[in-house]
DNA sequence: CTTGCGTCCTGCTCGC
DNA sequence: TGCGAGCAGGACGCAA
């Protein structure tokens, strides 16, 4: 479930409890959530990648994955995938169950800060890197302009040569980073995009009127801290608070905002879409 | 190369 | 009230 505004949101909360603490120890209860830079599984795990024993100098993020950097030049990188968030434990606490990686953070003389990766569906997982460079592959390199900042010329020619749904290409990380299934409803219904529509037959204006509304919508939702739906929660627990604001994620069947016509839903490259037939035509 | 579909995985919701 | 089926979905691998 979470989209790039709900990591941003755990970003922002994360970053300033362990920036500049040193990796004190990571313990790993699941191996197999702990993946190489292309992504794959592998059997044995290089100790040597995860930072042990440096500083953390920041926390940042690329579309909707995490990237812990460390002073060795090591990096991790965090997919949170459907289910997954992190949870910052201080002092000693039950281990629940779904933690599967465990950080233990701190600096001489204080106390010690874990950050726990859960995730009850493991579709999520926890990558390690001996360098930035090694995240070349796909992972982090692939990856498309970011969606809070998109811009036409950014996705101009990727749409223009793509007869694919709008909605398949928004969802397309190598297209653009940071949308999801949610989000991607929310922005075609406010754009007045029929999600089925190829994207090759937008014409500069919807264009233009497609990027305008991505980047409010990724912008108010980062600004609320992100989603309600479902089991997200930021590292000290909280919910965020944009749920309320979605006006066709979800609500199939029920009146668009809008207009008050039915809302309609439909599936799209396995995935569920709701639209509003009028405000939406083809 | 492009496109679409199956797979992974568990928790929640719904219907009987 | 209890139980099982079905659904939810991000990204990869593979087939057409």
Redesign the pocket.
Known sequence: ???LPEVESVRRSLDPVIRGLDLVRIRICRR?VIRDP???RRGSVDRSNMGVGTTLTSVDRR???LLLRFENGSATVI?L???GRLEVVRGRKPVP??RHVIWTFGDSGSREVGVWFVD????GGVHLAESPEDLSG??IADLGPEAPDLRPDEIRDTFR?????VK?VL?D??AIAGI???Y?DEALHRAMIHPARPASDLDEEDLDRLCRHVRAIMKDAIEAGGSTL??HRLPDGSPGAYGGQHRV??RQGAACPSCDAVLK?I?L????TTFCPRCQPR
Request: glycine share 14%; aromatic share 4%.
């Open positions: 479930m979470p989209e197999d292309r992504g794959r579309g909707k994955q997919r995938g459907m289910s169950p779904h009850p569906r493991r579709f796909r992972l040569r793509t007869r694919r749904a398949v969802l990380q190598s999801g299934n949610i991607a479902r089991d994620y979800g839903g599936r490259a396995a995935r569920s």
